[in-house]
């Protein structure tokens, strides 16, 4: 399945937000700050990524109903969806 910003809409907002925090974590470690507070933006990160994962996970899934519904071939199988929503998890 082929990713477009349509396809994975608010994930890609996401994604932007957490590559800013991701960026801001570098320079705390960069620049010394207090360890507890660099892990707990770190811990941030990792969930705004993972929710970001989760959104293109259903969105695939919802495009792929979609295909089905229409009578078409989907471009994943659920089992290709399933393993790409466990690989997240």
């Given at each position: 399945m082929d990713m477009t910003p349509e396809l994975v809409g608010d994930a890609l907002v996401r994604l932007r937000r957490a590559q800013g925090q991701l960026a801001a974590v570098i320079g705390m470690i960069e620049t010394g700050d207090d360890c507890a507070t660099v892990l707990t933006q770190l811990a941030a990160v990792s969930r705004a990524l993972d929710r970001a994962g989760f959104k293109?996970?259903?969105?695939?899934?919802?495009?792929?109903q979609a295909a089905r519904d229409r009578g078409e071939e989907p471009p994943m199988t659920e089992?290709?969806?399933?393993?790409l929503f466990l690989a997240l998890a």
């Open positions: 293109i996970v259903a969105s695939g899934m919802r495009h792929c089992a290709e969806l399933e393993k």
